[in-house]
């Protein structure tokens, strides 16, 4: 792994395509409304019957202020008062899930999302995690994964303090961009200060891992100031970075409209940073873990990966890939077995479909053999970096070579080109294709040729 990534800009010229992310697959533009809570009541008894360890993800989809570039479900409102009505709905989804699930089914892993999961008040927390705890089984020895999305400005010592208080162990915190410029050009205006104060705190009261996201491609960026941005982020030693590609997609996105096109950095200057970055952070000790995502050697994605056990889902790479996840409020979405599904994404909906006691499922996707083939062969390459066709040979009951007979021109293409090596046995995403593991992936996504490429971020 020590030469885990080699920067070619030949070869990123030529496969800096648009494509899915891959924490699905299918992914969730093939989502449809024929699936709804009939399936999913079905997906929760066959996960009660095998006892599957679960993974919970809660929206809260409420912030104070509007990122310009942000891409997520969110409401914007400065009206706390907001969020009681939604805290009603949402402990109502609680139940109504619970009730179709174990308790013996321990939740291995928990994550609060949004938005701002601490634009709730201290009381609001406090009595959304008692109805968790009181509906499902989690862990109170501190051995689960549970992690929280901070926003700086919003969260201070006191409210570190309860959050870790309440069983939180890892925390992610939004940064994206030092320089003050950046910042107003994208209405995020946080100090580093800030930032270091709830780092300082995170330390001191023993969360186990701290995540700091970062975006390169923002109005106002150029590779200098994005460079020192990067220093002073190593210097907060966070154990998790990801490195997010901004992608500009105003027509899909509102908010993104604010931003003055003519500011964003040229797609040179883009690779620049993301090259220098790369060199900052290989040399301060980080490794890459792949798709934007770096850790330091003995943080446990790290070692997953060594061990080949790291998995993907809706929540990024993880070790939790064997549980069964469970989305909880509006937008959210769950993978259980063979089933992903999603809340619906417009809030009066979901608050009201639940008020009618009805779960607001509202879309998704029972995946067929040929789907969970293809999600082996991705989730192997995207995590691993490797594949053995025996290995799947035997799991689906296949010939490698003959089922995917009609990719093999691509394959050895990639290959004569340096992204991948490939033989009879396997194939191996090489130090300069690791950038590029998404394009290796498209070549075996049965979806993406009807699919229209602007919905999807370029993969650098």
């Not at 290989?282 to 080949?308: C, V």
């Amino acid at each position: 792994m020590l030469d885990a990534i080699r920067w070619d800009s030949d070869l990123i010229r030529r496969y800096d395509l648009a494509g899915p992310r891959y924490t699905s697959y299918p992914t969730a533009v093939q989502f449809h409304s024929q699936v709804g809570t009939f399936d999913l009541f079905h997906a929760l008894r066959d996960s009660r019957k095998a006892l599957r360890p679960l993974s919970l993800y809660v929206h809260v989809p409420f912030c104070a202020n509007i990122c310009y570039y942000c891409a997520c479900n969110k409401v914007i409102t400065k009206d706390r008062g907001r969020a009681l009505p939604y805290l009603q709905r949402l402990e109502q989804e609680i139940q109504l899930i619970a009730c179709h699930l174990d308790p013996a089914q321990k939740v291995e892993q928990l994550h609060f999302g949004g938005g701002t999961p601490t634009f709730l008040s201290h009381d609001e927390l406090r009595q959304l995690m008692a109805h968790l705890r009181k509906h499902f089984n989690l862990l109170d020895d501190d051995s689960g994964d549970y992690g929280i999305e901070i926003d700086p400005r919003e969260a201070d010592w006191s409210t570190m303090g309860l959050l870790r208080e309440l069983g939180f162990n890892r925390v992610s915190i939004g940064l994206q961009d030092l320089d003050p410029a950046v910042q107003r050009a994208v209405n995020r205006l946080q100090s580093l200060e800030e930032t270091r104060a709830v780092i300082d705190a995170a330390r001191t009261l023993q969360f186990r891992s701290i995540n700091i996201d970062l975006i390169y491609g923002l109005p106002k960026q150029t590779p200098e100031n994005f460079a020192r941005t990067v220093e002073e982020v190593i210097s907060l030693q966070p154990d998790r970075l990801s490195v997010f590609n901004y992608a500009h997609l105003p027509e899909r996105f509102m908010p993104q409209r604010r931003i003055n096109g003519n500011e964003l950095p040229a797609p040179a200057q883009k690779l620049e940073m993301l090259e220098r970055t790369i060199e900052q952070l290989t040399a301060a000790g980080y490794r890459y873990i792949g798709m934007d995502h770096f850790a330091l050697p003995d943080d446990e994605l790290a070692i997953a990966q060594e061990e080949e056990t790291l998995q993907r889902n809706f929540q990024g790479y993880t070790t939790h890939g064997h549980c069964d996840l469970i989305g909880l409020g509006v937008s959210a979405i769950s993978q259980i077995g063979d089933l992903y599904c999603q809340n619906s994404s417009d809030l009066n909906e979901y608050q009201n479909t639940l008020a009618a006691a009805q779960l607001a499922t509202s879309r998704g996707l029972l995946c067929n053999a040929d789907d969970r083939l293809r999600r082996a062969v991705i989730q192997q390459l995207i995590c691993n970096f490797s594949l053995e066709f025996a290995e799947i040979e035997q799991q689906f009951n296949i010939d490698f070579q003959g089922y995917f007979g009609a990719l093999w021109p691509q394959l050895q293409g990639m290959a004569s080109d340096g992204l991948i090596e490939l033989d009879r046995e396997r194939i191996e995403v090489l130090p300069a294709g690791r950038l590029l593991v998404r394009s290796v992936c498209m070549v075996f996504d049965a979806y993406l040729e009807q699919q229209n490429r602007q919905r999807f971020s370029r993969v650098i």
